[in-house]
T-cell receptor
Framework: GNSVTQMEGPVTLSEEAFLTINCTYT??????LFWYVQYPGEGLQLLLK?????DKGSNKGFEATYRKETTSFHLEKGSVQVSDSAVYFC???????????FGSGTKLNVKP | DTEVTQTPKHLVMGMTNKKSLKCEQH?????MYWYKQKAKKPPELMFV???????INESVPSRFSPECPNSSLLNLHLHALQPEDSALYLC?????????????FGPGTRLTVL
């Protein structure tokens, strides 16, 4: 079936530290992969996406590479800011289906 | 316009009330979604409308009744809810049709059932 596994949180970092949030998936068909971010009291915002193997999605200093051989889509940022504190969700959808599969979410706390 | 709007932002209702949540998008998207999100959990899919037809119902209790009056609007009618239905209700839209399309989310309606 289709599923997403994310690393457990919360993740607590100091400002300017390097961030990695692990995400692995299982999928039937050809998945597209996404990272969404949710700030407190808000809906989900698309952070980045990758639609085929070896694609790298990037936005606002965040990056993730679609690795088919390891079925992974890890989120990275070189230098986090306090404003990056939020919950991050990894998600996948399979070609031609409208259903998204979300990971459990990882809460990131960045301290000044 | 890349926005999905939802009203109301907050809703408090009793178990015998009838209320409705509203969602609107003007991106020309043909797929629209309702999700329920409990605290510290990912969104749970409730319903999907594709080209204004209900295409997915994730075994949601009948006290939740979706409606898609046109391609821009999505409603969720609520009746005889239970306190455990208290949650953030998110609406989303995507292009729909062929391909894999990212979903755009609204800010949600925070529902409290007393």
């Amino acid at each position: 079936g289709n599923s997403v596994t994310q690393m457990e949180g919360p993740v607590t970092l100091s400002e300017e530290a390097f961030l990695t949030i692990n995400c692995t998936y299982t999928a039937t068909g050809y998945p597209s992969l996404f990272w969404y971010v949710q700030y407190p009291g808000e809906g989900l915002q698309l952070l980045l996406k990758a639609t085929k193997a070896d694609d790298k999605g990037s936005n606002k200093g965040f990056e993730a590479t679609y690795r088919k051989e390891t079925t992974s889509f890890h989120l990275e940022k070189g230098s986090v800011q306090v404003s990056d504190s939020a919950v991050y969700f990894c998600a996948l959808t399979v070609y031609n289906f409208n259903k998204f599969y979300f990971g459990s979410g990882t809460k990131l706390n960045v301290k000044p | 316009d890349t926005e999905v709007t939802q009203t109301p932002k907050h809703l408090v209702m009793g178990m015998t009330n009838k209320k409705s949540l509203k969602c609107e998008q003007h991106m020309g998207h043909r797929a629209m979604y309702w999700y329920k999100q409990k605290a510290k959990k990912p969104p749970e899919l409730m319903f999907v409308y594709s080209y204004e037809k209900l295409s997915i119902n994730e075994s949601v209790p009948s006290r939740f009744s979706p409606e898609c009056p046109n391609s821009s609007l999505l409603n969720l009618h609520l009746h005889a809810l239970q306190p455990e239905d208290s949650a953030l209700y998110l609406c989303a839209s995507s292009q729909g049709g062929q391909g894999t399309n990212e979903q755009f989310f609204g800010p949600g309606t925070r529902l409290t059932v007393l």
